[in-house]
């Protein structure tokens, strides 16, 4: 069975401030873990994935997360946000099967 | 390539309708699942298609729920009769065949907000 605990429902930084969302797993098996933003009114939008290899993955729109085994964590950051990173960004994991196993959700507000 | 489409946008409905969702997967994804969200909580699966037939259908809430995929292209789901507690977004996701490059990536549908009154 797999989990997901997305920490802190919103979240909110300043334009050109570093975006850090944290994501911690529980999975039975080797996780498959992933990022997926929703901007209003959109349907849910792949940001990056980790499966196999590299624990550092980048991700679109200059995101990218690090999977950590002993931590179980796939924290999302972001050097520098900007206006059009305000969404709700969703961590999700899958053992390997095929159903995703989502988050409950983080909302991320930009200010100027 | 079209993405993944869904109708309707949005349904209101009144408790003891019943109403049916349409979900048109990506061509060639053999792959289509359902998932829910209700308000304020996490999205949820509700059930898997292989082309036609039903891989998971462990998260359906109840039999008031039934999901078709005949000829393995788009896919139905019904709700009948609905209840208020029904009311939430139904996002569709499709993706390739396992084996294939890029298989383990669900690509979403907009979503249908389904409101029971």
């Known amino acids: 069975a797999q989990s997901v605990t997305q920490l802190g429902s919103h979240v909110s930084v300043s334009e050109g401030a570093l975006v850090l969302l944290r994501c911690n797993y529980s999975?039975?098996?080797?996780?498959?873990l992933f990022w997926y933003v929703q901007y209003p009114n959109q349907g849910l939008q792949l940001l990056l994935k980790?499966?196999?290899?590299?624990?550092l993955v980048k991700g679109i729109n200059g995101f990218e997360a690090e999977f950590k085994k002993s931590e179980t964590s796939f924290h999302l950051t972001k050097p520098s946000a900007h206006m059009s990173d305000a969404a709700e960004y969703f961590c999700a994991v899958t053992g390997g099967g095929n159903k995703l196993t989502f988050g409950t959700g983080t909302q991320l507000k930009v200010e100027l | 390539e079209a993405g993944v489409t869904q109708f309707p946008s949005h349904s209101v409905i009144e408790k003891g309708q019943t109403v049916t969702l349409r979900c048109d997967p990506i061509?060639?994804?053999?792959?289509l699942y359902w998932y829910r969200r209700v308000m304020g909580k996490e999205i949820k699966f509700l059930l898997h298609f292989v082309k036609e037939s039903k891989q998971d259908e462990s998260g359906m809430p109840n039999n008031r729920f039934l999901a078709e995929r005949t000829g393995g292209t788009y896919s139905t789901l019904k709700v009948q009769p609905a209840e208020l507690e029904d009311s939430g977004v139904y996002f569709c996701a499709s993706s390739q065949e396992r084996g294939k490059t890029g298989a383990y990536e669900q690509y979403f549908g907009p979503g249908t907000r389904l409101t029971v009154t």
């Open positions: 980790y499966t196999t290899g590299a624990t």
């Open positions: 061509s060639g994804h053999d792959n």
């Open positions: 999975s039975s098996v080797p996780p498959y």
